[in-house]
């Protein structure tokens, strides 16, 4: 198993621009989470899914957009990049219905906004 | 807006010694908590699972949840400088579908 991935692992994007962080996993779990980590902190929850065709927004929704059209995808989209995005992206996973609900995390991906 | 406190630190303990990590929460519904580790540049790794109050032991690695006063702690015994990294502790909120994160509480060991 591959467990969680995440592409590109790093991405400069000029302001206003647009894209899609992807991730996928492969263990079959219905939860998936999108967070973001700035320097020197913990993790923010921006999007996150209980199962497919099914998402919620997290703490810091908005600049973003998630779709799950899969059990194993779960994009992110940037819509108009700002600066206040540049951040670590990381994207998780879960089994689905126990309360020891430990969660997978991909790599990451390091994004600049300029 | 519920929320997971811990102190940033840095917390430096020598090489040997017990190194003791802190967290409180503020949504009383939360039923699961946990501790993961992240090394710089890397992604977070679990460590510790805890639910019930009381102690949990796992290797050199004891959890301590108090339900009543809201507070979740981490000791790590006879510390190593591999346990230098940044602590996170994460508490599952009482809706049981996302799971809030601390700011973490970096760690480092000198030797």
């Known amino acids: 198993n591959a467990g969680v991935t995440q592409t590109p692992k790093f991405r400069i994007l000029k302001i206003g621009q647009s894209m899609t962080l992807q991730c996928t996993q492969d263990?079959?779990?219905?939860?998936m989470y999108w967070y973001r980590q700035d320097p020197g902190m913990g993790l923010k929850l921006i999007y996150y899914s209980v199962g497919a065709g099914i998402t919620d927004k997290g703490e810091v929704p908005n600049g973003y957009n998630v779709s799950r059209s899969t059990t194993e995808d779960f994009p992110l989209r940037l819509e108009l990049a700002a600066p206040s995005q540049t951040s670590v992206y990381f994207c998780?996973?879960?089994?689905?219905?126990?309360?020891?609900?430990?969660?997978?995390f991909g790599p990451g991906t390091r994004l600049t906004v300029l | 807006q519920k929320e997971v406190e811990q102190n940033s630190g840095p917390l430096s303990v020598p090489e040997g010694a017990i190194a003791s990590l802190n967290c409180t929460y503020s949504?009383?519904?939360?039923?699961?908590f946990f501790w993961y580790r992240q090394y710089s540049g890397k992604s977070p790794e679990l460590i510790m699972f805890i639910y019930s109050n009381g102690d949990k032991e796992d290797g050199r690695f004891t959890a301590q949840l108090n339900k009543a006063s809201q507070y979740v702690s981490l000791l790590i015994r006879d510390s190593q400088p591999s346990d230098s990294a940044t602590y996170l502790c994460?508490?599952?909120?009482?809706?049981?579908?996302?799971?809030?994160f601390g700011s973490g509480t970096r760690l480092s060991i000198r030797p």
């Open positions: 263990m079959n779990h219905n939860y």
């Open positions: 994460a508490v599952m909120d009482s809706s049981a579908s996302k799971i809030i």
């Open positions: 998780a996973s879960s089994p689905q219905g126990s309360s020891y609900n430990e969660q997978f």
């Open positions: 949504d009383r519904g939360s039923q699961s």
